[in-house]
């Protein structure tokens, strides 16, 4: 786990992995700022209200529903648009580190769409559910156990799917269910860290195409 871990690393901080983590980053960061210029707006067609602690409160509300915003949007923003890319950077991992084969298929790119835009709003709807645990003693530690539940599975499977079945690859991921757990804390850790998180699921996908290949030596 820890050697796929810094594996991973230096993937991600490599010449050959550069311009995908830009592309991602660049993508996530024009939304982002696109949602700021719409609030904005937004806000300056609503400041012409009559009472001016209404519009106290509105510049109040405003803020503090972006910082919540970015704070719940980021990561799944980030596994929608990374997710256009996490077969690239799969290969490019499987080329450098494992060129004795098999080398993974990509998924077809409406799928790949399909499963991006699912597995972001997945997160979005888990993390907004889990919002009121926040609030109490185990909140922090419930949300980053979800979140690494829900990396752990949607990445390894990912990675295994690659050279697998998909019933294959599911039972793969049970057989090491702890395994692929614990894994997940890591990526799920750096997704709580404003702009390292924007780089979490190129560096997931990295890390569990190197967990996969472990795995599946040490279960053959």
């Known amino acids: 786990m820890l050697k796929a871990a810094i594996r ?25 700022a696109s949602i700021l210029v719409g609030v904005q707006l937004l806000f300056y067609f609503l400041q012409f ?37 996490l077969d690239t950077v799969a290969e490019k991992v499987e080329r450098k580190h494992y060129p004795q084969g098999p ?22 709807v888990v993390n907004m559910l889990a919002l009121p645990l926040l609030f109490t003693g185990v ?24 050279v697998m079945p998909v019933e294959d690859a599911r039972d793969l991921r049970r057989e090491n269910a702890m395994t692929v757990l614990i894994a997940g804390l890591l990526p799920a850790l750096l997704a709580l860290v404003p702009i390292v998180n924007l780089t979490v699921p190129l560096f997931a996908t990295s890390y569990f195409v190197h967990l996969f290949r472990q795995v599946r030596v040490s279960s053959a």
């Open 8 to 32: 991973a690393l230096g993937d991600l901080t490599s010449p050959d992995f550069r311009s995908v983590l830009w592309k991602a980053i660049g993508l996530s960061l024009l939304l982002f």
């Open 49 to 85: 209200v009559p009472w001016p602690w209404l519009e106290t409160t509105l510049a109040i509300g405003t803020g503090l529903g972006l910082l919540v915003a970015f704070f719940f949007l980021m990561s799944p923003v980030t596994a929608m648009f990374a997710g256009l890319y």
């Open 103 to 124: 080398i993974g298929q990509p998924q077809p790119t409406l799928k790949s769409i399909r499963l991006a835009l699912q597995f972001g709003l997945l997160v979005l």
């Open 139 to 162: 909140g922090a530690i419930a949300l980053v156990l979800i979140n690494a539940y829900l990396i752990s599975r949607e990445y390894f499977e990912m990675a295994a799917m690659r």
